[in-house]
């Protein structure tokens, strides 16, 4: 049994060394921001005191928060850690319990934060389809600008260890797998993590940990914005700003999200994402290959596969190790069933 089950993630916290600089960048990726104390606010629509938050320093990812369903389960987990429940003396206040996970990634976990009414969305627009048609005398006109940010969605992190990762957050908040990823047939590489809500839907991943080769880090954090027209209204919005696009427009295998990846000044990728799978808690889990991982069901192919980027080294050593493990199994298999 968890600790808790937590109810969403709640910000991505970075450090950069020009908040002024950061601040632009967010603005035109579809955040309000707002300097206080020092530090860099970045707020989507959905209410929510900030989702981006950034310090002043060398460029880094310092950690994520997670959202508790009350500041009755932060001094569950707090007693059961063997630490205090602090107030979170940063916009909207509230309460923080603030851990250290096994790779060093700073986990805060917020609750009693005040909230803001929620910005209107734009409206869903009218679609014409061959079986359907609903536009009737009225014409498509986009307005430009920056998309309509909502919500954070998820957070992407490379691990040391999965299963050891893996079991830190399920003991503590409850997660479930929606898909584990195996790099061969029971050898997993990371999987797609949601929150456990029972029969309320959740998103298909609000945490994906990845044990890839090199160094473990940051991958990129998900912000869910209106809708499809506006994620392509945002797309547009950052190349005429030449923003430099990471990988988009697609369509994700794992998850189904059709989603637009783009970096900031010191390189994080940020995703805006919508029309993403909604799963509950009797959802069971699936194992998925590796192969499915960075392959879109339309859309743009990962850079790595459209050779534009050269894949690391370590992801060349990697595949290198897993074909001469794969290839001896075979034969001990074999041995075995010519005895």
């Known amino acids: 049994m968890a600790i808790i089950k937590i109810e969403d993630i709640a910000h991505v916290r970075f450090s950069a060394p020009d908040l002024a600089e950061m601040a632009r960048f967010l603005d035109d990726f579809g955040l309000a921001t707002r300097v206080e104390g020092g530090k860099l606010f970045g707020r989507a629509g959905d209410g929510r005191p900030f989702v981006h938050v950034t310090e002043q320093g060398e460029p880094a990812f310092l950690g994520l928060g997670l959202l508790a369903a009350s500041i009755d389960d932060l001094q569950k987990l707090a007693d059961a850690e063997g630490v205090a429940v602090e107030a979170f003396d940063e916009i909207g206040d509230g309460h923080v319990v603030r851990l250290i996970d096994p790779d060093g990634y700073r986990v805060e976990v917020v609750a009693g934060q005040r909230t803001l009414p929620a910005e209107r969305s734009p409206a869903d627009p009218l679609i014409n389809t061959a079986a359907q048609k609903q536009r009737l005398r009225q014409f498509v006109r986009a307005e430009h600008g920056p998309a309509h940010v909502r919500r954070i969605g998820h957070c992407v992190l490379g691990v040391s260890d999965f299963r050891r990762s893996e079991k830190w957050y399920k003991d503590r908040f409850g997660f479930l797998t929606s898909d584990e990823v195996e790099a ?28 890839l080769p090199g160094k473990p880090g940051f991958m990129h954090a998900a912000f869910e914005v209106a809708n499809f027209e506006d994620l392509m209204v945002g797309h547009a919005h950052l190349r005429a700003k030449g923003r430099t696009q990471a990988w988009g427009v697609g369509r994700h295998i794992m998850g189904s999200q059709i989603f637009d990846y783009w970096k900031d000044p010191w390189g994080h990728e940020l995703e805006h994402w919508t029309d993403g799978d909604l799963l509950t808690a009797s959802d069971p889990p699936q194992k998925m290959p590796m192969s499915s991982l960075l392959a879109v069901q339309w ?5 790595m596969f459209a050779g534009k980027r050269p894949p690391p080294q370590g992801v060349v050593r990697f595949v290198t190790a897993l074909n001469i493990r794969l290839r001896r199994m075979v034969r001990r298999q074999a041995r075995k069933e010519v005895a």
Do not use: E, N, V, Y
């Not at 859309?299 to 850079?303: D, E, I, V």
């Open 184 to 211: 061969a047939k029971d050898l997993p590489l990371g999987a797609f993590m949601r929150c456990d809500r029972g029969d309320i839907p959740s998103d298909h991943h609000t945490l994906f940990l990845a044990q």
């Open 299 to 303: 859309g743009a192919p990962h850079p």
